[in-house]
């Protein structure tokens, strides 16, 4: 095996993967591909095409934006990743693929002022499900990184909401019910302050703990 080959398969360069055990149910292995990482220079390059399809259980396309209540794409030329990134599933059609609103650029601002009202969640998720099925995605992941004490109520209403119209959504759709997942701080005190965690578990389908960046270069020897 060639070492460029060895490099693509341990690289998964922009890729976080999350192993996820529930009370006796399969295991997901959960990867996330951003989108920034195929103009990366070499060997650091990670493309759509470098995908194994049957590598991951769900893989979620990282990340969409928000703005004036809606979803958007960032870059027109990012339809085309859709395409190529939801041909994935002609070749394994068991994988689950998601698209993933916030990260860490968009931080806790980028939801705002959306979650601040009844009328702009709404707009939002409405917007949200049209975007997902258009597109041929299976579901949403929510990546507010991350909300502060005071907007952890904005979250846990934000996600219940989306959770009651994907399920309404269901009842009058020919597909499969939206998957709802949310990427959240695997930091303890974090944990305690950000989240509402037995209403989030409630109406998530599996939740994605960031355990990532724990340590690194930045740290003294």
């Known amino acids: 095996m060639g070492a460029t080959t060895m490099d693509q398969k341990s690289l998964w360069a ?16 959960v ?15 990670f493309t759509l095409e470098n995908i194994d399809p049957f590598l991951c259980s769900h893989l979620i396309y990282s990340f969409a934006s928000i703005k004036n209540n809606k979803v958007i794409i960032k870059d027109k030329s990012e339809v085309m990743l859709y395409q190529t990134i939801n041909s994935l599933k002609t070749k394994n059609p068991k994988l689950k693929i ?27 998720v409405n917007s949200v499900i049209l975007f997902l099925r258009n597109h041929n995605f ?43 997942t949310a990427g959240v701080s695997a930091g303890r005190q974090m944990i305690d302050n950000s989240y509402q965690v037995e209403k989030l578990a409630k109406d998530l389908d599996f939740i994605n703990l960031l355990s990532f960046d724990f340590h690194g270069s930045w740290e003294k020897p």
């Not at 990867?31 to 390059?45: I, L, M, V």
């Not at 998601?98 to 939002?124: A, N, Q, W």
């Not at 929510?142 to 934000?158: G, R």
């Open 98 to 124: 998601l698209l993933s609103i916030g990260g860490y650029l968009f931080g806790s601002k980028g939801f705002h002022p959306m979650v601040d009202s009844s009328t702009s969640r709404l707009e939002f």
């Open 31 to 45: 990867c996330y591909f951003t989108n920034w990482s195929q103009d990366r220079q070499e060997p650091g390059k």
């Open 138 to 180: 299976d579901g949403l992941d929510v990546s507010w990184i991350y909300p502060d004490q005071k907007e952890n109520t904005h979250f846990t209403v934000l996600i219940h909401e989306l959770a009651e119209a994907f399920q309404k959504d269901f009842t009058k759709s020919t597909k499969e019910r939206l998957l709802l």
């Open 14 to 29: 922009g890729v976080v993967v999350l192993l996820l055990i529930q009370g006796g149910s399969a295991y997901k292995l």
